[in-house]
């Protein structure tokens, strides 16, 4: 099904100030991300907050106020789009939408607020009925995807983030997806569960090489792909806001030594060079299963071969990877998002940004 996002006209009926900013919120399960764009469309501000919100609503109260207390005085708008609904605090993923939004409205009261609702679009919460909780609830792949789709016209993006990675088709300025829910996704491989951070090693790979032998890995999380990342260099500490698989510190030695436990070892500083044989050997099969995806759904999307591959998320050194790989262009998200931000940049939180610029260009 093709998705254009910016072709009807917008639902938002409320007065816009020349003076207002707007900002974008992505609560997710695990991290709370937020970006601010000016009235001249320039990204302003982006924000990342530990938010493990299956240990309760508190977590998202105190995400957001500490955003808040980071922004400068000004009048706001907000957009929020959402994954945390997944997460079991909540009866089920209706229950989680429901909740989500009534505390955002409490907590950005009295700014106005809008929820993004897949295809149709930013709605104001005055619109929202429970009918609207089945296209809110984990859409905002298609906010950051619409938004690529609008500026790009055509390629392949792909969102590698802490968790999870995202896969769409974009042709003639439209979102090409397959599925919608997070079932459909999985399914069509639009969704792929695996993220450069918070994913446990057991579950990208069941089988390594190590010292020449074929070896199983043990079925616990004893590791997670950050000390993967850690050991190979490329993980970002601003990224890094997750707590180890045993809650130990996120230094490479200690990385190295969790991930000695996944084959029954333990560490030992003169063998550094093992482990990051063998994480390098992780890495590569967690590459492959994302090319796999992406490779299925380029073909299925006649997306062209000089069409560029999009990269977004904290892992797109792994689609600009992919890219030379498939011998395509590489653009980054980044490009399409003109910015003053300092600290995290638009690729960081692409779906954050996407429902600020929607709301931005919309309202």
Aim: with cysteine; charged share 15%.
């Amino acid at each position: 099904m093709a998705i254009p996002l910016l072709s009807k006209p917008t639902l938002l009926t409320m007065n816009n100030s020349p003076h207002t900013q707007h900002i974008g919120w992505d609560i997710g399960g695990a991290h709370l991300k937020a970006a601010a764009v000016s009235p001249d469309g320039i990204v302003t501000a982006i924000f990342q907050q530990p938010c493990p919100l299956w240990k309760g609503l508190a977590t998202l109260h105190a995400a957001v106020a500490a955003i808040l207390q980071a922004l400068p005085a000004a009048k706001y708008r907000h957009a929020i789009t959402m994954t945390g609904e997944l997460v079991d605090l909540f009866a089920g993923r209706d229950d989680g939408v429901r909740q989500i939004i009534a505390t955002m409205d409490a907590l950005l009261d009295p700014a106005p607020l809008t929820v993004f609702a897949g295809q149709s679009g930013l709605l104001p919460l005055a619109q929202i009925t429970p009918a609207h909780y089945p296209a809110i609830a984990s859409s905002n792949w298609l906010a950051s995807a619409g938004w690529a789709a609008h500026k790009v016209v055509e390629g392949l993006f792909i969102d590698i983030g802490s968790t999870t990675t995202d896969i769409l088709a974009l042709k003639d300025g439209q979102v090409r997806a397959q599925g919608y829910t997070d079932y459909q996704r999985l399914v069509s491989k639009e969704l792929v569960y695996t993220g450069i951070v918070r994913t446990a090693v057991m579950a990208v790979a069941q089988t390594a090489t190590d010292e020449g032998h074929d070896i199983g890995l043990m079925a616990e999380y004893f590791a997670t792909m950050a000390d993967v990342y850690r050991v190979t260099g490329e993980l970002d500490e601003a990224h890094d806001q997750t707590d180890t698989a045993d809650g130990a510190e996120k230094t490479i030695a200690a990385s190295a030594r969790r991930l000695a436990r996944m084959l029954g070892c333990d560490f030992t500083p003169d063998e550094m060079p093992r482990w990051q044989r063998f994480a390098q050997h992780l890495r590569h099969q967690q590459l492959q299963k994302i090319a796999a995806a992406a490779t299925q759904l380029a073909a299925q999307g006649n997306v062209a071969d000089t069409a560029p591959i999009i990269g977004a998320g904290i892992g797109r050194f792994l689609a600009r990877e992919l890219a030379q790989q498939a011998r395509r262009p590489y653009l980054d998200f980044t490009s399409l998002c003109p910015s003053t931000a300092t600290s995290l940049n638009a690729a960081d939180c692409a779906p954050a940004v996407a429902v600020a610029y929607l709301g931005h260009a919309l309202a």
